[in-house]
Nanobody, 127 residues
Framework: QVQLVESGGGLVPAGGSLRLSCAAS????????MGWFRQAPGKERTFVSS????????NYADSVKGRFTISRDNAKNTVYLQMISLKAEDTAVYYC????????????????????WGQGTQVTVSS
């Protein structure tokens, strides 16, 4: 089992910044790829970004490239999502997730690749 707790969400004006954190506990979470997804009201959960076990490989949705940066600190079992130049359309609940597959370079972008999910943190960007 892996437990994930997201934090760092909040209300920011358009153009502002936030840094989300996802703290993992349980099984050796640093051995897993991790990802961020988001879900706006009435919409499906969509991919935002993912990072490989070592942090060497990353993946981003086109809508956030150049604005969001994913990183991880394996010593702290924590993954981060730095978000800048936020837009109203970034408003959503943000979820982190863990992919427990053995592929060391895995940076999946589909929800069904992930085995464990956090409860989410709300990000609201006012226009």
């Amino acid at each position: 089992q892996v437990q994930l707790v997201e934090s760092g969400g909040g209300l920011v004006p358009a153009g502002g910044s936030l840094r989300l954190s996802c703290a993992a506990s349980g099984r050796t979470s640093s051995a897993f790829a991790m990802g961020w997804f988001r879900q706006a009201p009435g919409k499906e959960r969509t991919f935002v970004s993912s990072i490989s076990r070592s942090g060497r490989y990353t993946n981003y949705a086109d809508s956030v490239k150049g604005r969001f940066t994913i990183s991880r600190d394996n010593a702290k079992n924590t993954v981060y999502l730095q978000m800048i130049s936020l837009k109203a359309e970034d408003t959503a609940v943000y979820y982190c997730a863990v992919d427990t597959s053995i592929n060391v370079n895995s940076v999946p972008a589909t929800p069904d690749a992930y085995n464990y999910w956090g409860q989410g943190t709300q990000v609201t960007v006012s226009s």
